[in-house]
């Protein structure tokens, strides 16, 4: 299947999740993106939680900046738990489909009042952006550290032209989610 999942008999839930996957591989309208998302949607990827749609918009234009030619995401399925989390299995691919298969990567959406509020990844879910560092822990943190200082930048240079722009958190110490889980916790399958 390629980027967009078969929608047909999918929950509204199930649907957002998919405009948003769509937005981010290209495939759907970016600006709708912002629009799927809370406010104040929190997003965890390991033992890190990052918060508000400031922060995950940052993300995908970091990943975007690599230089990384054609980024989908590809989404094979959808499936909603018993506790209405959504899980997308596919993964992110770069370059030509044959040379950047998905591998099966997972990442799950928790949708409340129409708008996605919590999303769960993990860093193996990027290797095809950032190739072989996300298998080494300590090379990862510099890929975050190269984010934080990017994303300083960036915004430094948006607040020079948009003086009012917010900041919005991240932290690495893991604390806990507005729904009570540990932020590292991922839903159980």
Known sequence: MGSRPDLTNRSADEI????????????????????????????????????????????????????????????ERLETGADGIITAFGGLTAGTRSASAPRGDTARYRVIDGRIAEIWTSRWNYEAIFGPQVRHPLRWLLVLVRMALWRRLSRRNAARRHPTSEDTSFDGGGDKSRHGSHADEHPQR
């Open 16 to 75: 957002i999740v998919a405009r948003l996957l769509a937005a981010v591989g290209g495939d759907g309208p970016w600006d709708e993106a912002v629009h799927l998302l809370s406010p104040d949607v929190i997003c965890h990827m390991d033992g890190f939680t990052a918060r508000g749609v400031g922060a995950w918009v940052d993300w995908v234009e970091f990943i975007r900046s690599q230089g990384i030619e054609n980024v989908k995401a590809e989404v």
